[in-house]
């Protein structure tokens, strides 16, 4: 019997190796060229995953020399391993983020390839899209979307129970404490992951300082000192919402997908993310009944705040670069180019619901958009003035890793506002 | 009449005995249970309040989805081709190392074996920061050698104690009955010592496989394509990319974790030997 | 054959392979680790030498001590919630015999051998406050089930439950095995002698069982030690650092926070408090042992 397993085992082995050995032995032309794309969309059936992995797709059978391998992870798993692979060598193309927390670092440290300003001309990137991805004037990325967040609602559930859009957040308030006696949560939200509250957090200031919101956040991490008084309301307003329940149970360490999917299946009333989830409106996974009926609002304006209802958090944030050390740099950046030709992001992104690109869209309006997308356009159409990068993004790496993983106690209650206001300045040092 | 009382209450004490093992196997079960039984049921059915559901339709597509999306046969290969040679290396290597530190006659022999067993101390997640500098330093990242480098280097130490323990067992006149007929060293080790530790060589086998088999944190941290992912992979790489449908990451969980189940229960008795055997000797 | 077994040209053959295993594997890690713990280091550009900062500033890091705070209570919560109950759990199916006894033990191990990736996963699912399975069993037997498993105060245990869960198994299987090599002489004896059940394991096993156990808790305080993996996938150390491990903060530090250098401080303490905590329990154990054979040579003397 022992024997026999053995053997067996033996022989499942060589075989294996069998399989092993011809599958390394693929003989390459010499004009073929494998770039590799590093992606944060693993996602690659649905929204903005699919866009970029539909443009590979085209690239490819346009240029049948050319593979394209694409490692993709989510966010958080995403950023982490950027870091290790900035320290030793990128891939061909990578996804990144215009903001300082991101983006500093790397450029200082050389890794990423200088892109021609002059390319792109006639791309047609929104005035200021470009900005985050500069450094000393040279350009070094570019933006794939403009990002606006909100709260996504369920208009049906809405409509069913009478309940209201909140023009005000104590409106919010109120209506979270109706929702929850129905037994629903009121808003998802990804508290795990640390970045969606720093948003949420952001989004609170901004209407508590409008215009004012890049001077206060810049200050406080320059001089490492977060006692504005601003800052504090926003963050004791956080501390207070999530006392009142407006967030699911356990919201603190759920991720993404359990957020996203507390709305989606209907177990929330609303679910507080950016517009790169508009392509929510036609997932097919998604239940007919939910999807068809997402709709979105702004942050309400706060009581004594300076910011008015149209005055909305957004910002250019995600978007690609070339590896500055790429054996076939032309190639990566003939790709980058490509997938920023006029009838590609912009125009895949449109048609399959994904929020706004970084580019003049007006092309490509078709009609046939979901109620949900031009929503978005509307409210940035009609937006008075924008944020500019959330707070956590916008200090050094160190900062980002505090403040995300601080809000987690602050909201819960298991340090004070002051405390986590002392803890994230100490990180700016 | 006492011998009848006792009867009873040994009857009784059986019943406990059993209520007991029984709770306990439902507490390690019922969760793999709950598991395989959502994994076939669609994503909206996940979102009720009964602890195990019929679900309407069997959704024998999540599956499929797991299977083709999830490089199901890709990293099982991967899996097994790795910790296979992993395996192979660790035996031939305590083998040698356990002959030479147990049998030959040299001054550095006591040093070089707790030098080696040290390894048993160290913990392995403090070199991945600077095993992955060195990896990509020399070019070994998204490598085989990435993962199997680290997995023999950390399960020698284990097999070499095993290894020297089980020799010590075997008598010495063997190898000098040996020498008279002329064998050299290597001779001796391969054809004469290493058939003795079979069973030795079983053990070692299986601890190396259970410490490797499910390892990630190495494999995510130095691989970067497809190309030598193991299993665990799967789970990881679907959490994201069927973010939206819960009951397709179920699917994916129950394969990937069916094919160690599956082998496990088979081979059971041997299995638990052998992990015995090495758990109370390690 | 002494001049075969001396041959040192066959020696050094036999043992380069796991030499070099060892120095290219664990031993140059672990210098390369020292260096840059001494330095302040993106893990890009150049690395400036800092001296002790890293290490001072270790020392009064809060996330560190807490990682500290959450091994020794691992380590705690196995030896006296997981081991009792394997051990308890091992005694019992001893004394079951037949089909049954293997059919258990084979039970119980079967989470051993599935991936701390999918473990890591489904648990997280039976702990979501909204549609997991245990607030869904609370609900069943007619609680509120409405408990935040991962709330800051909570969370830390219900890692630990995972832990003890996922390694039940094999805790068992030693101890199941150390039983079954007790001498059944000695149970007859006391059978004889009329012990109940009670009085026969407090009385025969437990003090027999003595190495075994001493080897399971060497094993259980090094293993909440190194403990990373479950805690990575399940929080990765939160809500705020509440279930942070070194391993995991380690980690966090270096590829999060661009902090190689100070990563690579916290591996060289962390390293260092492996070494020592493997090598006093070890002390402990052998001292323990040594008595009671130190008093019976004596005895044997007079």
């Known amino acids: 019997m022992k024997r026999k397993v053995v053997a067996a085992g033996m022989a499942a082995m060589m075989a294996f190796s069998v399989m092993a050995g011809t599958g390394a032995t693929i003989v390459k032309a010499d004009d073929e060229v494998t770039l590799k794309v590093f992606s944060n969309l693993p996602d690659r059936k649905n929204g903005q995953g699919l866009v970029e992995q539909m443009i590979i797709d085209d690239y490819m059978e346009e240029n049948p020399n050319v593979t394209i391998e694409v490692e993709a992870l989510d966010e958080e798993a995403y950023k982490t391993k950027f870091k290790a692979y900035s320290m030793e060598g990128m891939p061909d193309v990578v996804s ?112 508590l300082t409008g215009s004012d919101y890049s001077d206060v956040v810049s200050n406080a991490i320059s001089t490492g000192d977060f006692s504005d008084e601003n800052l504090k309301k926003a963050t004791e307003l956080l501390k207070e919402s999530a006392d009142a329940g407006l967030f699911q149970n356990g919201y603190d360490s759920q991720d993404y997908g359990t957020a996203m999917n507390l709305f989606t299946n209907g177990q929330a009333a609303m679910f507080y993310m950016g517009s790169w989830e508009a392509s929510m409106a036609l997932n097919e996974d998604i239940p007919e009944e939910i999807r068809t009926n997402i709709r979105v609002f702004t942050m309400p304006v706060i009581d004594g705040g300076k910011g008015t209802a149209t005055d909305i958090a957004a910002w250019n944030g995600g978007g690609y670069a070339v590896s500055a050390d790429s054996e076939v740099k032309e190639e990566a950046v003939k790709f980058l180019n490509y997938m920023y030709q006029p009838d590609k992001l912009s125009k895949y992104g449109w048609e399959n619901g994904v929020g706004m690109s970084a580019q003049d869209q007006s092309a490509y309006m078709t009609g046939d958009e979901t109620e949900l997308q031009m929503q978005f356009v509307d409210a940035v159409n009609n937006a008075t003035s924008v944020s500019g990068t959330p707070i956590n993004d916008c200090g050094p790496s160190a900062f980002k890793t505090s403040i995300e993983s601080e809000i987690q106690s602050v909201s819960n209650g298991s340090i004070s506002v002051d405390d986590f206001l002392a803890a994230i300045g100490e990180a700016c040092k | ?50 602890l195990l559901i019929i679900p309407q339709k069997i959704q024998w597509g999540n599956y499929v989805k797991a299977f083709v999306d999830g ?24 083998i040698m190392t356990a002959f030479a530190c147990r049998r030959m006659q040299w001054k550095l022999s006591g040093l070089v074996k707790t030098l080696l067993l040290m390894g048993m101390m160290i913990p392995i997640h403090a070199t991945l920061l600077p095993n992955y500098k060195i990896y990509s330093q020399l070019g070994l990242t998204d490598t085989i050698w990435a993962l199997l480098i680290p997995y023999v280097a950390f ?77 665990p992979f799967s789970v990881l790489e679907f959490t994201g990319q069927y973010s939206s449908n819960y009951a397709v990451q179920f699917a994916v969980m129950a394969l990937t974790a069916a094919p160690a189940v599956i082998v496990y229960i088979l081979l059971n008795k041997h299995i638990t030997k052998g992990a015995a055997m090495g758990a109370v000797k390690g | 054959m002494k001049k075969l077994y001396s041959n040192k040209l066959v020696i050094f053959s036999l ?90 033990r084979c039970v119980y191990f079967i989470p051993n051998v599935i991936s701390v990736a999918v473990i890591a996963y489904l648990w997280k699912f039976i702990y979501n406050p909204d549609f997991g399975l245990l607030n869904n069993i609370i609900k069943a037997f007619g609680g509120k089930g409405d408990i935040n498993w991962f709330s800051t105060d909570n969370a830390i245990w219900s890692v630990l439950i995972v832990l003890i869960w996922h390694g039940f198994g094999w805790g068992m299987l030693i101890y199941y095995t150390g039983i079954k090599n007790i001498d059944p002489v000695l149970y007859e004896a006391a059978a004889i002698d009329g012990a109940d059940q009670k009085t026969t394991f407090l009385k025969i096993t437990l003090p027999l069982m003595k190495p075994v156990i001493q080897v399971n808790v060497t094993m259980a305080v090094i293993s909440a030690l190194k403990q990373m993996e479950t805690v990575y996938l399940l929080t990765n150390g939160g809500p705020g650092n509440s279930t942070q491990f070194a391993a995991n903060y380690l980690y966090q530090q270096a590829f999060k926070a661009f902090k190689y250098g100070y990563g690579n401080a916290i591996g060289v303490v962390f390293i260092i408090i492996c070494l020592i905590t493997t090598v006093v329990l070890n002390k402990i154990f052998e001292e323990r042992d040594d008595r009671p054979a130190k008093a019976k040579r004596r005895k044997g003397a007079a």
């Open chain 1, 96 to 207: 990144i983020w215009g903001q300082p927390a991101f983006l500093d670092e790397v450029l200082d440290a050389g890794v990423l390839a200088e892109l021609n300003q002059d390319d792109y001309k006639d791309y047609g990137f929104i005035s200021g899209s470009l900005d985050g991805f500069m450094k000393d004037g040279k350009l070094y990325g570019l933006p794939r979307n403009t990002d606006v967040a909100g709260f996504y609602y369920n208009q049906k559930m809405f409509e069913d129970n009478g309940w209201e859009v909140p023009t005000t957040y104590d409106e919010l308030l109120t209506l979270a404490g109706e929702i929850k006696d129905k037994d629903i949560v009121p808003l998802a939200m990804d508290g795990g992951d640390g970045w969606p509250m720093a948003v949420y957090l952001s989004d609170i200031l901004f209407k």
């Open chain 2, 71 to 94: 490089h199901f046969l890709l990293y099982l290969k991967n899996s097994i081709l790795i910790n296979g040679l992993a395996v192979v290396l660790v035996i031939l290597v305590s």
């Open chain 2, 155 to 231: 399960s020698l130490p284990q097999g070499l104690f095993l290894m020297t323990s089980f020799l010590e067992s075997i008598p010495v006149e063997l190898e000098e009955a040996a020498v008279m007929d002329g064998c050299g060293i290597y001779r001796i080790i391969f054809q004469i010592i290493t058939p003795m530790l079979k069973s030795s060589i079983a053990t070692v086998a299986i601890m190396t496989f259970l410490n490797n088999w499910n390892e990630f944190m190495m494999a995510s941290t130095y691989l970067s394509s497809q190309k030598w992912k193991t299993l």
């Open chain 3, 15 to 104: 043992v380069l392979p796991g030499l070099l295993l060892f120095f290219f594997a664990i031993l140059a890690p672990i210098c390369l680790s020292v260096y840059y713990g001494f330095t302040e280091y993106s893990g890009m550009g150049t690395a400036t030498f800092i001296g002790m900062e890293n290490y001072k500033k270790l020392m009064t890091d809060k996330a560190f001590w807490m990682s500290m705070r959450n091994s020794l209570l691992l380590a705690i919560g196995f030896i006296c919630i997981q081991h009792p109950l394997a051990m308890i759990t091992a005694a019992i199916l001893d004394k079951l015999g037949g089909r049954g006894e293997g059919f258990f």
């Open chain 2, 1 to 50: 009449m006492e011998l009848a009382g006792k009867k009873k209450k040994s009857k009784a004490g059986k019943i406990v005995l059993w209520v007991v093992l029984i709770a306990v196997a439902v507490i390690q079960i019922f969760p793999l249970v709950w598991l395989v039984d959502f994994s076939l049921a669609s994503s909206t059915e996940m979102f009720t309040s009964g």
